[in-house]
């Protein structure tokens, strides 16, 4: 369990997860009291949604949500590694609509972006359950 927690890191490794955090929970929080007021007729913000259907009407909050969930539990699954690479298949397919082409050098491109920047700051990056019980057959990035 301690995999999943930042208090068993060393004050450089647990800058960057504490600060993403920070940001990602600011974020989620505006973009939900924004929904939340649209939702609710007290304002226009919540107007703005991303995930257009058919151009009319808007996609549910909680379809987000699951995606997110998801990806989360993916990362406890798989590991953080093939978890992003599902992700952003998944998510360009399904709902951006993106050509396989252009879904895959988005893929490679948001994967060696994030194993680059893992090399460069010797982080290790979460892993998954699957990913402990196979760990010495697995190649670097996905250890």
Do not use: E
Not at 52 to 81: H, K, N, P, Q
Request: proline content about 2%; glycine content about 12%.
């Amino acid at each position: 369990m301690a995999d999943f927690c930042t208090a068993a890191l060393t004050f450089l490794d647990a800058v960057f997860p504490i600060a993403v955090g920070m940001v990602g929970l600011l974020t989620a929080a505006t973009v939900l009291v924004w929904q939340v007021r649209g939702a609710t007729g007290h304002g226009t913000a919540g107007n703005m949604n991303f995930d257009l259907d058919d151009g009319t009407t808007s996609g549910s909050l909680w379809r987000f949500v699951g995606w997110l969930v998801g990806f989360v539990a993916a990362i406890g699954l798989v590991g953080f590694t093939l978890a992003l690479i599902g992700f952003f298949v998944a998510f360009l397919k399904i709902v951006a609509r993106s050509s396989w082409l252009q879904t895959l050098v988005l893929t490679a491109a948001a994967v060696g972006l994030v194993l680059l920047l893992t090399s460069i700051l010797h982080m290790n990056l979460p892993g998954g359950l699957l990913q402990n019980q196979f760990y010495d057959q697995l190649v670097w990035p996905l250890r």
